[in-house]
């Protein structure tokens, strides 16, 4: 069972929560079971599409900021305090 899939049938299974009959108490923990599986597949879902989006397509990620240089990028100045 895909991601998707998942995400679809879990929101069938809370929409038909309140209709099943279910003891109340049973059917709170069913709600918060449902929603934390909501989250957690839904957290992963972004991560994908996330690391996806920034994959160079050869292993490297596209948002590293390491710059190596030989040349001084900043200057030292000195300031006269008074």
């Known amino acids: 069972m895909t991601k998707e899939t998942l995400v679809f049938f879990s929101?069938?299974?809370?929409?038909l929560i309140p209709f099943l009959g279910l003891?109340?108490?049973w059917r709170q923990y069913a709600?918060?079971?449902?929603g934390v599986i909501l989250?957690?597949?839904g957290y992963?879902?972004?991560r994908v599409v996330y690391?996806?989006?920034i994959d160079k397509?050869?292993?490297e990620r596209g948002t590293d900021s390491f710059v190596e240089t030989t040349q001084p990028l900043?200057?030292?100045q000195e300031h006269d305090l008074k």
């Open 11 to 15: 929101g069938i299974f809370l929409t």
């Open 74 to 76: 900043f200057e030292e």
């Open 57 to 59: 397509g050869n292993g």
């Open 39 to 41: 989250i957690i597949v």
């Open 23 to 25: 003891p109340e108490v």
């Open 44 to 46: 992963v879902l972004r």
């Open 31 to 34: 709600v918060a079971v449902v």
């Open 51 to 53: 690391l996806t989006g």
